[in-house]
DNA sequence: CTCACATTGTGAAAGTTTTCACAATTCATT
DNA sequence: AATGAATTGTGAAAACTTTCACAATGTGAG
C-alpha cells in the first residue's frame, strides 16, 4: 500500500479526463522547450478551451498554482502523469493489422512513453508471424492465451464493423478492461469493460453537414 | 429555390447530427435486409443509445413513426439522407499520405455514397504524382489550385501535429468550410470554418485511465 | 513597506443534454 | 365494434457541464 492514494470517491467524468490527457501533452511539450511556469490561460489557448476550465479541470487533480505565476511545468506534468497512468509501461494489443492498424502501429512509437502497443493480431496468415514496427503479429487464434500471458488490459479494435463484437467478446474474457473501438459498430460488454468509439465515417459526416449549413462554431472536443 | 426547406432556425447540436448519422447507417443495413419497419428500441439496441434518446432525435429532422409499428425504415432512411447530405456527389480533400491517410484512403470505398476523397496531397515527392485506391495524390504545393478548381469544401488532416495549422490556414483561404483533423493540436481559424478533432492519442489515454480505475460504464459518444 | 495588479480557486449561475413519464394513437384480436 | 398491448411524440424533471464572477493570495514596482 505504498501507492499515493487520491481521495478519489468523486469520480471524474471522461470529458475531464480527456482534457487532462491534453494539458499532459501540452506540459510535456512545455517542459521540453525548458518553461518554468505556465497560466490557465495560456493552456487554454494550447488546447482550444477557456482558463476557467482548465484551473476547474486541474483543481480535481489537485493541482496548485500560485497566483501571478500559474502553475510549475515540471511539477503539474507530474501530477498529471502520476493522476493518469499506473506505475510502469502500460501494454496495449492491436486487434486488425489492416491499413488502420498499421498506421496505429507505427504512431506507437511516438506515444506518450509507458504506452505500448505490444501484440497485434489478425486472421490473415500473411500478416501474422512477422514484426511490425517493433510489435509482435500473431494469428488471432492465439489472442486469449497471448493477451493473459503479458497480462495486457488494453486493447484497439480496428477491424470490419462486422467482427468488432466476436473481438471484443473474446477479448472481454481475456481479461481486457478497456478498449478503443474503430469498428463502426457499439460493443455491447459488461460494464466492466470501458469502451471509448472512434467513428471515423459518422465524423466525416458531421463536418459535412456543418460545413454545407452554415456553421456551429469550432468546439474542441476530440476524439 | 426548388431545394425542399426545413423549418431550420432552430439549430441542432453537435451530438444529435452525429447520431443521425449512425442512424442513417444503421437504417442502410435495415433496407438492405428489407426490413419494412423499425422501433425507436431497436435502433437505440444497435446505436447504443436509449430508445427516448431516438426519438428525440428523429424529432428534429421532421421523423414520424406510427404507434405500434414503429418507423418506416425506406422513408426514415431517406429523410436522413435528404437532411444530411447536400444533393450530389460530396467531395473531399486528404492532406497527408502517411499510415494514416493510406488507411483513411482505403476506407473512401466503403463510406456512405456521395462522399467521396477525391484529391490527396503531400510533401514528399514519392508520394505524389500517383493514384492510390483510386485518388489522385498531389504535391502539396497545388493545393490551393486544385481545392479551387474541384470546388472541394470538406477536407481530412493526416499530417504531424507541426504541419497542422499551416494546412489549416491554406485549406480555409482555398475555400474549405469543414475539416477533420487527426493532428493532436487545436486548429485555429475563423468560426465560419468547423473543425472536428479526432485524438487517438488523448482516446487511448483516457481507456487506460478508466480501464485501471473502476470502470465508468460503456458510454456511447462514438467520435 | 505598501500598493496595484495579475492570477488562482471555487461557489453559484447558466446552459446543455439526457432521461422520465405519460397522454395520444394505432394495430391485432376477439 | 370494443378491448388491450405496444409504441410514438413531447413537456417537464433530472443530470451533467461550462461559464461567471469574485474573494483570497502572492508578486513586483516604487
Redesign the pocket.
Known amino acids: 500500500m505504498s501507492a499515493p492514494s487520491y481521495p478519489e470517491a468523486i469520480l471524474i ?4 479526463i480527456g ?1 487532462l490527457a491534453q494539458y499532459r501533452r501540452i506540459l510535456t511539450e512545455l517542459v521540453r522547450d525548458n518553461l518554468e511556469t ?6 487554454a489557448l494550447r488546447c482550444g ?11 480535481v487533480i ?10 510549475k511545468c515540471a511539477k503539474l506534468l507530474a501530477s498529471l502523469a502520476e493522476f493518469l497512468t499506473q506505475p510502469g509501461t502500460q501494454k496495449v494489443a492491436l486487434v486488425g493489422i489492416g491499413n488502420l492498424g498499421r498506421a496505429l502501429l507505427s504512431y506507437s512509437h511516438k506515444q506518450q512513453p509507458g504506452l505500448l502497443i505490444v501484440a497485434a493480431f489478425d486472421i490473415a496468415p500473411d500478416k501474422t508471424n512477422k514484426v511490425i514496427d517493433g510489435c509482435r503479429c500473431f494469428h488471432i487464434d492465439t489472442l486469449e492465451s497471448v493477451i493473459k500471458e503479458q497480462n495486457i488490459k488494453v486493447a484497439i479494435i480496428a477491424v470490419p464493423g462486422e467482427a468488432a463484437q466476436l473481438v471484443a467478446d473474446r477479448l472481454a474474457i481475456a481479461g481486457v478492461r478497456g478498449i478503443v473501438n474503430f469498428a463502426p459498430a457499439p460493443l455491447h460488454l459488461p460494464p466492466s469493460v470501458f469502451v471509448e468509439n472512434i467513428d471515423v465515417t459518422m465524423s466525416l459526416e458531421k463536418v459535412v453537414y456543418f460545413a454545407a449549413k452554415g456553421t456551429q462554431s469550432e468546439r474542441n ?1 476530440s476524439a
Open positions: 467524468s471522461e470529458r475531464t482534457r505556465v497560466h490557465s490561460h495560456q493552456l478551451g477557456s482558463a476557467a476550465q482548465v484551473r476547474r479541470d486541474l483543481m489537485g493541482a496548485e498554482g500560485s497566483p501571478n505565476k500559474g502553475y472536443k
